[in-house]
């Protein structure tokens, strides 16, 4: 039996000016499951992340998310909804500390308000306190511990790219989006990433992934879709999408799909 779909998009459409950005897209991604979404560069997988996740309002198309309506039209009303992201450029406050950064995400869960940030109610300190200890946790999850009052513009590539993927998880989020996690990364840290997704996919949280490292892709992923000019050309397991005749003429010469 299929798990139910947690995101669930048809006939979304984007233009800008005269250019055909989105065309069309749909993409289904099972609760429980790593979803990859792939295809050369322009394609328009970042457009649609962005759509999906309120950064571009949609010309047209059907937004279902834990198979009810939604409408992203704004970044803070989809992460409330339980959907978080991170960028293909880092994202991060780099004069405030590693442990600042995940706090930053634990926040658009806070039922202090306005008032309890000025008057400090004992209810906001201990609702801090929880929060900071919240993050910690987190950032043990992504291997950061040791850093955590590090300014965060410290931090090599590789684990940047971490810690706004634990920014995201305090979220709290029921589907996390990762735009390239992997771009930056030397050997090693790439093997590490690719254990962190898999963790997290086994601890109930399911991902959908822009990435251009096709060993990552088709290591992990238990479904891919694939753009290309905006339209979805191919979608199936990795074995199959490997072999598919307009995948591999869409990264001929890129060396992307073997």
């Keep these: 039996m299929s798990a139910p779909l947690l995101l669930d998009v048809t006939d979304v459409s984007k233009c800008f000016g005269g250019v055909q950005a989105l065309d069309s897209v749909g993409l289904q991604v099972p609760k429980g499951s790593i979803v990859g979404l792939i295809g050369p560069n322009g394609a328009g997988k970042t457009t649609f992340f962005n759509v999906i996740t309120g950064l571009y309002p949609a010309d047209s198309g059907i937004f279902l998310f834990d ?9 803070s009303e989809v992460t409330k909804s339980g959907l978080a992201r991170t960028f293909q450029n880092i994202r991060l406050f780099g004069e405030m500390s590693v442990l600042e950064n995940v706090m930053v995400g634990c926040h658009c869960r806070s039922k202090a308000g306005f008032l309890g940030a000025i008057f400090r109610f004992p209810s906001t300190q201990r609702e801090e ?8 946790v987190l950032l043990a999850y992504v291997g950061l511990s040791n850093y ?5 513009r410290h931090l090599s590539y590789g684990h940047q790219r971490r810690l706004e993927i634990a920014r995201a998880l305090a979220t709290e989020p029921q589907l996390l989006a990762l735009d390239e996690p992997a771009a930056g990364m030397n050997a090693t840290e790439k093997l590490e990433l690719r254990e962190l997704l898999l963790r997290i996919r086994a601890d109930d949280k399911t991902i959908l992934l822009i990435e251009h490292d096709v060993s990552l892709v088709m290591g992990i992923c238990d479904s891919l879709t694939v753009l290309d000019y905006g339209k979805v050309i191919a979608v199936g397991k990795p074995a199959d999408v490997r072999i598919h005749p307009e995948v591999i003429k869409a990264y001929l010469g890129q060396g992307a799909v073997s």
């Design 148 to 152: 955590a009052e590090m300014q965060a």
């Design 67 to 75: 198979g009810q309506s939604y409408f992203p039209e704004s970044v």
């Design 129 to 136: 306190q929880a929060i900071r200890e919240k993050s910690l």
